[in-house]
């Protein structure tokens, strides 16, 4: 387990980007603040290993409304084809975690 032996602390400021693969050993840090710390996670992965019947745990399911999806390109239909269709979503101004997989 040489090549665990390193650790990198990762120092992000507002608008950074953080881009790593999904194999690498990661975890959060508490937010020790009052306010909340809002994140964007966009996941991408290979079409054999992202697979409805092989997911453990999904902390947020993409739902797509049915009219969105219809109007978009093949590649975007491909690569929301594991998206729940929907009549219309909610929309929602605050979105926050509701479980943790830790």
Known sequence: MARYDERARDALEPGD???????SLHRGTPNLADTSRPMVVIGYSRSW???PEVQVQVQVQVQVPRDVFAALPARAKRLLRYGT????TPRTFDERYQRFAY
């Open 49 to 51: 290993y992202f697979r």
């Open 17 to 23: 980007v953080m881009i790593r693969d999904v194999r």
């Open 85 to 88: 269709r929907v009549e219309k």
